[in-house]
């Protein structure tokens, strides 16, 4: 464990980080990634909570829509159910096809290309942003619904309070804020379950009325606007409560943290998710017909009908009704958990391969990734502020990126099966079912932004298209770095061939010691060393190679990656230490994991400085000939950060300038 952990000497503040954070996580140890995993049923709570929340707002923006054409609702909700089984269906050959997770921005990249991915991962991004602020401002409308409408104007507040909070719980870890908000998941299922089943059962009496009823509403529209007009009104109702199909590729994209066996804990998780959506969303539906339930001013439409089914049982029916709509308030919190899982994880993939800045692929000592949790969470504030908590508004931004990336996903599934089918044997209902599955989310995304593009969808897919162009950008530089550093590359093996071989010291540590910081054998690392050979030369007698290895999103997928960093690591240090001695060095290496470099670095650095107390700590640092800030965002800057800790402490510490053109 850390010094900043076991050190009597804590601050204030880094005691109250030790307690809300938690302490950090062993990644040594064989069995963390089965601490941190998931079974099922968690994993229903933490990622399938999103695609069941949006029961609260999908269905009544779909009710909503339909107008005086209620008649409709029936199909609507059948329909709605139909949806939802299939979309679910078709992500469950995406979960087999891509069992380490990723979602939409994999199967994009892998299916169509980088660029596609690109755009299903900027996309995916932008609409986890947009989870979190519906989620938490449908919590918040759930909660004011029994509220006086004078508090109203105290419901952003309180929204953007809700996001700090969930940020906190996230940071400290995925399974620790679950495991917190299982309770709510299970009060939610059960409020619901007796909401739909007493809305159907009391009114079932009137059964035959209310066939009657449509068979009038579908005369009458017949004759008025006919089948054309219907089937416009149909199509807009459905979609635009879209936002009922949300949520459901969260599954897929958090593959991670699902426990082995992955694919059948996945594929058993969407199948709970489903069969919980399309009986909630397509049953409220059904119900809001049979209850004939109107909108009010500050009040959601789920919170009208749970008055209007238990109004009749007095007080006790007054606290049932008021523990429904808190229950669901309470699960749009948890849903705005499937954000702050997914989107850092979508953010990692995209850093690993360079179309963001590399530090958001970086763990946090609680194996978390903060920086995109913190990002995410800002982004959320920013546009709960921008819309003033309209959910109208945030609903329809938000379903335009999901049915994107849902159609990029569908899509290159598709291609992948006509493509492989014989090769594959993938049978023809398979294939079917997942060109339906890309049919209707195209349909719903299409129709969407025709209907929705002066209403919000325009700020949706700028600010969708301005994050594409920052990842091109990104992505152009560290190509350009990268053919920089390449020519750095072709110095090992001329290197290699042209040194002629020393007859190397012995080890002393009361010698003048130089240790090196290096990440992997490259071009940098010897360039760094040759350097040091040079601005010193014939001072340093020993040279000890240090190296830090750390687990990021790329390495840590099935708890197996470790052991594989450390052989990995070794073999890089042996080449130093063979090339040290062909200089005539006496040489050494030393290696520790982590998940930060910054912190695993320095402390093995002050523990290698009181083993050679003459010593000096090198480490190269890449040089731009014009430095922007955009250098310091994009590369670490690892060495500089780590020179301050070791100069607060006294040790000596040497930057040398690697300069890139």
């Keep these: 464990m850390s010094d900043e952990y076991d050190s009597d000497a804590m601050s204030i503040f880094q005691r109250i980080r030790l307690k809300v954070i938690g302490p950090p996580r062993d990644i040594r140890d064989p069995h963390i990634f089965h601490k941190i995993a998931l079974i099922p049923f968690f994993a229903w709570v933490g990622l399938g909570a999103d695609g069941l929340s949006s029961s609260a707002y999908g269905p009544e923006e779909a009710f909503r829509t339909l107008g005086s054409h209620i008649w409709m609702a029936v199909f609507l909700g059948l329909t709605t159910a139909f949806t939802v089984i299939v979309i679910a269906y078709t992500y469950t050959k995406i979960i087999e096809r891509f069992p380490q997770g990723g979602g939409g921005y994999i199967v994009a990249t892998k299916m169509l290309g980088k660029r596609a991915g690109v755009v299903s991962g900027s996309a995916l991004i932008v609409d986890y942003i947009l989870t979190i602020t519906v989620s938490i401002v449908s919590s918040s409308d759930a909660i004011f619904s029994y509220l006086p409408l004078a508090w109203q104007p105290w419901k952003i507040w309180v929204s953007a309070l809700l996001i700090g909070l969930m940020v906190l719980l996230n940071i400290r870890g995925v399974k620790e804020s679950i495991t917190v908000l299982a309770p709510i998941f299970m009060v939610f299922i059960a409020t619901h379950v007796i909401l739909l089943g007493y809305g159907l059962a009391s009114r079932a009496g009137a059964a035959q009325e209310i066939v009657r009823n449509i068979g009038i509403g579908y005369k009458s529209d017949l004759s008025s606007i006919g089948m054309l007009g219907m089937a416009l009104i149909f199509l807009r109702a459905y979609s635009l409560g879209g936002g009922t199909y949300t949520g459901i590729e969260a599954v897929s994209n958090g593959m991670q943290i699902m426990r082995e066996p992955k694919v059948r804990n996945g594929k058993k998780t969407m199948a709970y998710l489903a069969a919980s959506l399309a009986i909630t969303a397509g049953g409220l539906l059904v119900v809001y017909l049979l209850t004939s339930v109107a909108p009010e001013e500050g009040r959601t439409l789920n919170a009208t009908l749970a008055d209007a089914l238990y109004g009749g049982f007095g007080g006790p029916g007054r606290i049932l009704a008021f523990v429904t709509i808190f229950s669901e308030g309470a699960l749009l919190l948890v849903a705005s958990q499937a954000g702050f899982i997914d989107a850092p994880r979508v953010m990692a993939n995209m850093a690993v391969d360079s179309w963001l800045p590399r530090r958001f692929a970086d763990f946090s000592s609680r194996l978390t990734m903060r920086n995109g949790i913190v990002m995410i969470g800002v982004f959320a504030v920013v546009m709960l502020v921008y819309t003033k908590g309209s959910i109208s508004a945030l609903v329809v931004m938000y379903s335009i990126n999901v049915f994107l990336t849902f159609s990029l996903s569908e899509f290159g599934m598709v291609k992948h099966f006509i493509q492989n089918r014989r090769t594959e044997k993938i049978p023809l209902r398979s294939i079917l079912a997942q060109a339906l599955g890309f049919v209707l989310s195209a349909l719903i995304l299409c129709l969407t932004i025709f209907e929705k593009f002066t209403e919000g969808g325009w700020l949706t897919l700028l600010i969708t298209g301005l994050l594409i162009f920052l990842c091109m950008a990104i992505k152009r530089h560290y190509l350009r770095v990268g053919t920089a550093l390449k020519k750095l590359d072709a110095l090992l093996a001329a290197v290699e061939s042209e040194t002629a071989k020393k007859r190397a010291r012995k080890l002393d540590p009361r010698e003048p010691t130089a240790i090196q910081l290096v990440s992997g054998y490259n071009g940098l690392g010897v360039h760094t060393f040759l350097q040091i050979c040079t601005a010193f030369p014939g001072h340093y007698k020993n040279f000890i190679f240090a190296s830090a290895g750390i687990v990021d999103q790329e390495l840590f997928k099935d708890g197996e990656s ?37 912190d695993t670095a320095a402390e093995l650095c002050r523990g290698l400085s009181k083993e050679y107390p003459n010593s000096t700590v090198f480490s190269g640092n890449l040089v731009f000939s014009r430095e922007r800030l955009v250098h310091r965002i994009l590369h670490n800057e690892t060495a500089f950060a780590v020179q301050r800790r070791l100069q607060w402490e006294g040790i000596t510490n040497v930057v040398m300038p690697i300069r890139v053109r």
């Design 562 to 598: 470790v052991p594989q960093l450390l052989t990995d690591v070794d073999a890089a240090l042996q080449r130093y230490i063979r090339l040290a001695r062909r200089y005539g060095y006496a040489a050494e290496a030393r290696a520790a994991v982590g998940t930060s470099v910054v």
